[in-house]
């Protein structure tokens, strides 16, 4: 996959006076997990049509780059088992080269790491988030359904011996996995992981019974872990960030880091650099909101990227100043699209 670099053109800088620089973009819906918080059991993928292409994809990309972009996350989905991914990391590897991209990482649940750690590697990749809910065997495939656990520590292996540095993200869930937190902080250090935390978020609807699930009674607030923490633990905070929405601490016995991402019990959004594109090419300037702009039609209207670079603009000149989630008996998803759908 060759492909030619526009132009640089203007940052992109949003009604909020916040430059955009971190673009996450999902590469496929699809996954060979069903985690209970970011999909139903039985869900109905998209049809292959709608999908981007990987040539598409790294159009797209690039554009972001060419406008400011300094950090791209490739998600999911798992977006390892999308077919002929490498190419795609491969290509996009060359704004690294160049200096126009400062990262290129990508949000994994780790079960294709064993595969693939060394092209990653290769292709320029340093940085890697690895979702583990828990240790426990028999949690992780309740958590994931259709996970294995020794599958994941495989992948998690390759990556060490490849050289990537891994960041262990994690979702705090009341009466699930909040009696492993520390277990988990001790592991981490044992193998020179950070670990980031994160709150579950009001998104879909995690028992795909219509239902909504039962967020209220797994909500944990990260604020109330902390202090928890801070009982056996010395949390030293942090000055340290990776362009994304965590707050870190180091955790003074491993020497790691542990970050908190917290939505819900102390928003973030006022330092928010970054927007989504889905695999489809629907642009979401906001996790927490509807608001949504498609680049498909741009991008497949011209073979020059003009269109696409406008359409871009004008949605950055929409984002909203944050979103609106609420966590509570009675209280709707704060959207109806699952996570797995935005990217992870």
């Known amino acids: 996959m060759t492909l030619t670099d526009p132009p640089q053109t203007a940052p992109l800088i949003d009604p909020f006076g916040r430059a955009i620089t971190y673009v996450r973009v999902s590469v496929t819906d699809r996954c060979d997990f069903r985690c209970v918080y970011c999909m139903s059991e039985d869900m109905t993928f998209l049809p292959k049509a709608d999908i981007l292409s990987l040539e598409e994809l790294d159009r797209l990309c690039s554009a972001f780059v060419a406008m400011g972009t300094r950090k791209l996350r490739l998600t999911g989905g798992e977006p390892l088992v999308r077919r002929n991914i490498m190419e795609l990391i491969r290509s996009l590897g060359r704004h690294l080269r160049t200096g126009a991209l400062d990262e290129l990482t990508l949000t994994t649940n780790g079960s294709q790491l064993a595969r693939h750690a060394d092209g990653l590697r290769a292709a320029g990749v340093r940085r890697i988030n690895v979702s583990v809910d828990t240790l426990d065997p028999d949690r992780f495939a309740t958590i994931t359904r259709w996970g294995r656990l020794a599958q994941v520590l495989d992948g998690l292996d390759a990556a060490k011996r490849a050289g990537l540095e891994v960041k262990i993200n994690a979702v705090a869930l009341k009466g699930v996995n909040d009696g492993e937190i520390d277990h988990m902080l001790a592991w981490c250090g044992e193998q020179g992981f950070d ?17 909504g699930a039962v967020r209220e009674e797994q909500f944990m607030s990260l604020r109330a872990l902390r202090a928890d923490l801070e009982q056996r633990w010395t949390l030293i905070d942090s000055t340290y960030r990776t362009g994304g929405p965590a707050r870190y601490v180091t955790v003074g016995e491993t020497g790691r880091r542990l970050g908190f991402i917290t939505p819900l019990s102390h ?8 927007v989504r594109v ?29 269109l696409l670079h406008d359409a ?23 959207v109806g699209r699952h996570m797995s759908v935005t990217g992870g």
């Open 267 to 274: 928003n973030f959004c006022e330092s928010c650099n970054r």
């Open 278 to 306: 889905t695999c489809t090419g629907t642009l979401y300037m906001c996790l927490g909101q509807e608001d949504a702009a498609d680049l498909r039609a741009p991008l497949r209207a011209s073979p020059d990227d003009g």
């Open 195 to 211: 670990l980031t935390l994160i709150e579950v978020m009001p998104l879909g609807d995690m028992d795909g019974n219509g239902g």
């Open 312 to 334: 871009i603009r004008d949605a950055i000149r929409a984002k909203p100043k944050g979103h609106d989630f609420i966590i509570g008996r009675g209280h709707a998803p704060a």
